[in-house]
């Protein structure tokens, strides 16, 4: 019987044993990937100050590539890449150059430039940042045929001499080249021994948030705890979700059922799909700048007052409204998408007065229904070619506008309409009275192609000149140019994000960063 007893009890305590054993594991096991895991559609609440934040935001994206910032032509992922990857020098709301990755940069000539990177950033994998890895973003950039091309493509050879230090070399003096260290950088040793192009890893970044699942609906990012200011600032955002859809018409109508809470789109037409109530917007200027450029070689064109005369002639509310029905936004000048450096001293506005007064100050004569001059003893009379590709619509309803405009001030203007071919021989000749065209602004201040050496309007002021490459003078460059008028700005794209009305935080967009300040986002509940 004592041995019948002490066997119950002994099988008892195994028992009990197992039992604790088997909770141990089961708590463990639940709390390691309790930290690893997010549900994407749990909406975890805080409670800051009087109002309850929820912890995650979610956002659309269509026709998706891949969240390789070096290998994305998707322009939306292009933006949110931002959030999980640093460049060397990132660009304020106001394209202000701050530091990043990098924290100084000195000239060492016109053609070598050398950085130094903050060596306490870590990648999310806990290592380092180190020289090499912007060497091996480059060379993947220029081996891939990234969008990042132009950034890099006078970038000679790269230098690291130490684990903190770059070297640019390159192959021509470049105005502000500090302007183009803004590519974001990846790890050279997460991709060693991987084909950089067909590599099947998450992207690993330094950012504020990190890639944490991707799969055939969703891409999660998380709150990286590497991230440099982690420590001393928590973005009000705990997670983004991106639901991948087929079409941007798709997230439109996932918006306005809620389910989206931020669309960026530059569509016009976009309260056809999400009405015009229930939402907020925050629009900001695109980069897309077009202008109307002369060649101030032609014999009238060279005369300064014909090209103030035609700018005072322009009304540029007209044409965004009747043409663009407010699509665009009247544009001035090359850097008057928000840079801080614009300066519209001295800038022509519409006055129909002062473009016939402008002439006749400038010996010009109103004879006949037309404007005339004697020059060198001949008589010029104002009847110009306006040349204009057919195959943009848009820009062949902006020259006939044009047009109109200025037959109103009795200044004669005859569209030519041609074909692609053409119309880039005529511009690369600079073979023309006028022509209507347009640039994607960079965010370099970088203002030679318009007033430099051998620039698009063939113009020459030495003073000018001479003032455009150095952040302390472009202002005074811009009022020589506004009050000179080589070329007419006329209008740019605008971009839009449409914003649940219950995210709130400090908008600050621009087309470079559309997420700026994002660690001061959130929605609401």
């Not at 969703?218 to 709150?223: F, G, H, K, S, V």
């Not at 002639?313 to 928000?338: M, Q, R």
């Not at 009795?410 to 023309?432: E, M």
């Amino acid at each position: 019987m004592r041995s019948s007893g002490n066997n119950f009890f002994k099988y008892i305590f195994i028992l009990v044993v197992i039992g604790l054993i088997g909770g141990a594991v089961y708590i463990l096991y639940y709390s390691n990937n309790s930290e690893n895991e997010v549900d994407i559609d749990e909406e975890n609440v805080t409670v800051s100050g009087d109002i309850s934040i929820v912890e995650n935001i979610k956002m659309g994206i269509s026709n998706f590539d891949t969240m390789n910032p070096i290998l994305t032509k998707n322009r939306e992922i292009i933006n949110i890449d931002k959030l999980v990857f640093d460049s060397i020098f990132n660009i304020t709301s106001d394209y202000r150059l701050e530091t990043s990755l990098g924290k100084s940069i000195s000239k060492n000539s016109d053609t070598s430039y050398e950085v130094k990177l903050d060596s306490s950033i870590k990648w999310q994998d806990g290592s380092t940042l180190i020289a090499t890895d912007v060497k091996y973003t480059i060379e993947q950039i220029k081996n891939t045929n990234s969008i990042y091309l132009p950034n890099v493509q006078d970038i000679a050879s790269v230098e690291t001499p130490d684990s903190e230090t770059v070297i640019f070399n390159l192959t021509r003096n470049i105005p502000f080249f500090e302007y183009n260290l803004t590519f974001p950088i990846v790890s050279s040793r997460y991709y060693i021994n991987e084909d950089f192009a067909n590599s099947g890893k998450i992207p690993m970044g330094t950012g504020m948030y990190k890639i944490a699942s991707i799969n055939d609906d969703n891409i999660l990012l998380i709150m990286n705890d590497k991230w440099k200011n982690f420590k001393t600032f928590t973005p009000r955002t705990q997670s983004i979700t991106l639901h991948k859809y087929n079409a941007i018409g798709e997230i439109f109508n996932t918006f306005k059922l809620g389910n989206i809470d931020i669309v960026n789109t530059y569509m016009t037409n976009y309260n056809n799909y999400v009405g015009t109530i229930g939402y907020n917007k925050k629009e900001y200027a695109g980069r897309d700048y077009d202008f109307l450029s002369f060649n101030c070689n032609d014999n009238i064109l060279a005369d300064s007052s014909v090209r103030k005369a035609i700018a005072y002639a322009i009304n540029k509310d007209n044409i965004v409204s009747t043409i663009f029905e407010y699509s665009k936004v009247a544009a001035n000048a090359p850097l008057d998408y928000g840079s801080f450096l614009y300066n519209g001293e001295g800038t022509i506005t519409y006055n129909q007065d002062m473009a016939k007064k402008t002439l006749m100050d400038g010996g010009w004569s109103y004879t006949n229904n037309r404007w005339q001059k004697s020059i060198n003893g001949y008589v010029k009379r104002i009847n110009l070619s306006l040349v204009v590709n057919a195959s943009n619509p848009d820009r062949v309803k902006v020259a006939n506008n044009l047009k109109s405009q200025l037959a109103e001030v009795g200044i004669l203007i005859n569209v030519v309409q041609v074909n692609d071919d053409r119309y880039y021989n005529y511009l690369n000749n600079k073979d023309y009275q006028l022509i209507l065209t347009g640039v994607s602004n960079s965010v370099s201040p970088d203002l030679t192609y318009f007033y430099g050496n051998g620039n698009i309007s063939n113009y020459y002021n030495g003073d000018l000149i001479s003032k455009l490459y150095s952040i302390d003078s472009i202002k005074e460059a811009q009022k020589i140019a506004n009050e000179e008028v080589p070329h007419i700005g006329l209008y740019r794209n605008k971009g839009t994000i449409i914003l649940n009305s219950s995210v709130g935080g400090d908008f600050a967009p621009n087309w470079n960063n559309l997420y700026y300040n994002f660690d001061k986002w959130y929605r609401q509940q």
